[in-house]
């Protein structure tokens, strides 16, 4: 192992380095482009607002500079840590997002781990008997899945679960336990009735996912030359497929399950909306509209962020999962 | 040696693949016997049924094949209609198989250790450190320079004739019975190719194992093999022992194989082919298989030939098989 630490430590160096420029091309795009919409101020400001106001208030949050004026002081808050002020809430905007950052994660990961948790003994079904009738079932499902609205389902979920059997609550995000110094809706039995629509919205385009993922993948190492030399050396199917086919088909699985935590983070947005969930995403549609400019690049910076950890932990993943992955060959 | 019973006999077997396009007898009418220590070869083309062979030996046909009838007595006990969890305790310990390309036979993602102590496990009782113990022993018996380091590598940290060792040291574990090696050393260029040969005639040797030695390379099994069953088109065509058969093929088919084989007193003429090409394995000529490609082909070739025996030892499919006086080579 401790030949392998060395590349570990360069690769994650130079993968920061390679952060730092992705992220002040993503501010430099994102501020000229919100700066290309429009004014907030023509939002924030009432329109009986006498002239002297208006100007007052436009020199304040420093909008009468050119953008690469105002990009430049940015860039100089930025690396003392500060993002900015919300110009519609007056907080800071990093302030602000976090507040709503543990309800979208909570969310985030338990969309995850339901789409795992059904999506890959079903795929696994599914890719075993490929001819079966429940093996046929789940696929026709997966698609179903695919190809429905995501707000549609969302909607369909309240309309049953909320309103026709009234089980569950139809939006909002509960009460929070406390665990550990930790607060989330994950603790407490009510914050759970509140997580698990949404949770489940935002799961099942995940799980077809997996589902069709996990089934390609079995039905393409399963013909391999390894698996059967493993049953030829006599061992129990239950050893062949949990380790020998398993552990291969966990490399494409792992990579594409890295990139979709990333876009459940980064697009809860509808669901958010449809169950009122107080998260990020809610936030920052609240933002477009009234295009709040620092917690737009705020929430983009957070996000961007999160890609490349999550990127980071997949290619670190991959060397512990596949041998013949060295970090030092995978491009950064 | 042909007196004591046969480790293996096979037994008219036939084994077909249902596909969308038709039924594949890719195995069709095939008997032979191996006995203990022996070495048997069985040579044919892509396609020819000789893994297909093989595999329903070890009961690893895969829908949508399926061994439609004959029998496979290993040790007087069918194999053929055998229940999987039976099957699976004769699987890598009474009998063992050695795949085609040691690229692809080995799990990339598991340690060597794994694999050879998982095989132990399979099939005995006995600790980690005793498995891993014997697996030590096992690389080393192949040829395995410092085992104990090599037990912790992983697969693409080997050459392709380390990972066939680690293979052949797989199959070696339960000293079983009898190995099926399906062509293992086709993908190995010729040098790591002798030496894999000349271990594994030993190993065989010292234990007294039997082997079925598949390959599509008369030259192999011309240094190797004690008897050699020459399949085409899913039938064994003729059978015998090694030297006869290369010195004095009956069959026009075998005839044609050995006059392909590149030999030193033939230099600068052209190599002889047997000409047009194999056929469909959907649409087999009907009666004799052969009968399309060979030069001999006569009105009665339309009908399938019965097993002959045109001298002692030797049997043969062919309604029309060549003289003794015949000289093998054509030209």
Known sequence: ?332 | MADDPPILSVDRLHTHFFTKAGVVKSVDDVSFDVHAGEILGLVGESGSGKSVTGFSIMGLVDPPGRVVSGSVRFKGEELVGLPERAMRRLRGRRIAMIFQDPMMTLNPVLRIDTQMIETLRAHEPISEDAARARARDALGQVGIPSPDERLKAYPHQFSGGMRQRVAIAIALLHRPDLIVADEPTTALDVTIQAQILFEVQKLVAEQRTALIWITHDLSVIAGLADRVCVMYAGRVVEAGTVADVIDRPVHPYTRGLIGSVPARNRRGVPLAQIPGMAPSPLALPEGCAFRTRCPDAAEICRTTPGITEPMPGRQTRCHRPLANAEAALPG
């Open chain 1, 1 to 332: 192992m401790a030949d392998r630490l060395l590349p570990m430590t360069v690769f994650i160096i130079r993968r920061l380095l390679q952060s730092v420029l992705v992220l002040a091309i993503m501010t430099v795009i994102v501020f000229a482009g919100v700066y290309a919409i429009g004014n907030p101020i023509d939002i924030l400001i009432s329109p009986d607002a006498t002239q002297a106001e208006r100007e007052r208030a436009i020199a304040d949050l420093g909008l009468d500079q050119p953008w690469y004026v105002q990009y430049w002081v940015f860039l100089g808050n930025l690396l003392q840590g500060d993002l900015g002020r919300s110009f519609v809430f007056n907080e800071p905007a990093i302030q602000l997002l976090l507040q709503r950052m543990p309800a979208t994660l909570e969310l985030a990961a338990a969309a995850m781990l339901i789409s795992l948790v059904i999506g890959i003994p079903l795929g696994m079904w599914a890719g075993l008997r490929p001819h079966g009738i429940a093996g046929k079932t789940i696929m026709s499902g997966s698609i179903l899945g695919f190809s429905l609205p995501n707000f549609w389902q969302g909607m369909m979920l309240i309309m049953i679960f909320a309103v026709i059997l009234g089980w569950l609550p139809s939006g909002g995000r509960g009460e929070l336990g406390s665990f550990m110094g930790i607060e989330s809706s994950l603790f407490s039995l009510d914050g759970w009735s509140h997580l698990i629509l949404p949770a489940t919205n935002l799961a099942l385009f995940k799980t077809s996912l997996v589902i069709r993922l996990t089934r390609a993948s079995i039905q393409e190492t399963i013909n391999l030359d390894y698996v059967k030399f493993a049953r030829a050396k006599g061992l129990s199917p239950r050893r062949v497929i949990f380790v020998h086919v398993l552990k291969n088909i966990m490399i494409p699985l792992v990579t594409i399950i890295g990139l979709e935590l990333g876009s459940v983070i980064a697009f809860a947005v509808v669901t958010e909306t449809v169950f009122a969930w107080p998260g990020m995403g809610k936030l920052i549609i609240d933002s477009i509209f009234v295009l709040d400019r620092p917690v737009i690049v705020a929430y983009l910076i957070i996000i961007v962020m999160m890609f490349i950890t999550i990127n980071l932990v997949v290619d670190i993943l991959y060397s512990i999962l596949d041998p013949r992955v060295r970090l030092a060959d995978i491009k950064a």
